[in-house]
């Protein structure tokens, strides 16, 4: 599978909006679960926000209300726009994508079959 390219990360305030994008080359969308995920020195992988093949969306407790993700099939592309960002939302944020995942796998790194290369968010206090 061709590998997800994320863009978009930088340094941003507390409080502060990011749109971080992912571009999902020789995938068709409505066959494809794109997820995204952090990743802090020390600490595993965490699941952060997923948009299934069937357009439903899945966030993790901490960044629902924040954090939006969306996706422009046309484009292949995906977004997570963030927005109160917090210190915690610091990290390396992967893309993923995989196959029509279970509801109950979502969250599983081991379901995706294809990871980009993170691009880096970091928020100040």
């Known amino acids: 599978q061709v590998q997800p390219v994320e863009s978009g990360g930088g340094l941003v305030q507390a409080g502060g909006s990011l749109r971080l994008s992912c571009a999902v080359s020789g995938r068709t969308l409505s066959r494809t679960t794109v997820g995204w995920f952090r990743q802090v020195p020390g600490k595993e992988r965490e699941f952060v926000a997923v948009?299934?093949?069937?357009?439903?969306?899945y966030y993790t407790d901490s960044v629902k209300g924040r954090f939006t993700i969306s996706r422009v099939s046309a484009e292949k592309t995906v977004y997570l726009q963030m927005s109160s960002l917090k210190p915690e939302d610091t990290g390396l944020y992967y893309c993923a994508a995989g196959p029509q995942i279970i509801q109950s796998q979502l969250s599983n790194p081991l379901q995706y079959d294809s990871w980009g290369q993170g691009t880096q968010v970091t928020v100040s206090s």
């Open positions: 948009i299934r093949y069937n357009s439903n969306t």
